[in-house]
């Protein structure tokens, strides 16, 4: 379920023409809801967490963070696991980060990291649009597990007056 914090100033924007100062909180949008959960052993991309977005204003900036909690596992056939978190606007990747794992290469090591990705972008317009926080295992080494056992998993856009 997503979730929406507004300010009340007692203006709105969109329909008073008002203007808001500069640096002013407009909504925080964000959802936890997990998209995959589960054991992943191949290199697709894997949505952890998506969030329908409609900015309040055409001139805002949008703060876009991806959260993402799992367990590496080096399946006992490698000390070297590498990952990737994204964060995608639709289907176009607009941030992109890399991990690596080098610690052990037994079945049952885990680590359990939290991985963020941030992203700043102008709204330019009012229009809807849905972002996706996503994980992309780099090779055939090792397993992810997604679980909201292993940490915080969500999308969070916040939007502030330019």
Same mark, same amino acid.
């Given at each position: 379920?997503? +979730? ?19 640096? *002013? ?18 290199? *697709? ?7 329908? #977005? ?33 964060? #995608? ?5 607009? *941030? ?12 049952? #090591? ?8 941030? #992203?700043?972008?102008?709204? *330019? ?32 856009? +916040?939007?502030?007056?330019?």
């Amino acid at each position: 379920m997503a +979730t929406v914090i507004s300010g009340d100033t007692g203006i709105d924007k969109v329909t008073d023409g008002a203007e808001m100062p500069s640096g *002013s909180v407009l909504q925080i949008a964000e959802s936890s809801v997990l998209v995959t959960s589960g054991v992943v052993t191949n290199t *697709s991309e894997h949505r952890i967490c998506s969030l329908a #977005f409609t900015p309040k204003s055409a001139t805002s900036k949008l703060i876009i963070e991806g959260v993402v909690g799992l367990q590496i596992y080096g399946n006992e056939n490698t000390t070297s696991v590498e990952w990737r978190i994204s964060l #995608f606007k639709g289907s176009s990747s607009i *941030s992109l980060g890399y991990f690596h794992d080098n610690l052990n290469s037994g079945n049952t #090591f885990h680590k359990t990291p939290q991985c963020y990705r941030t #992203f700043k972008e102008n709204s *330019s317009n009012l229009n809807a649009r849905t972002y996706h926080v996503q994980i992309k295992k780099e090779g055939s080494n090792g397993r992810l597990n997604f679980s909201n056992t292993y940490g915080s998993n969500l999308i969070r856009v +916040t939007e502030i007056e330019a």
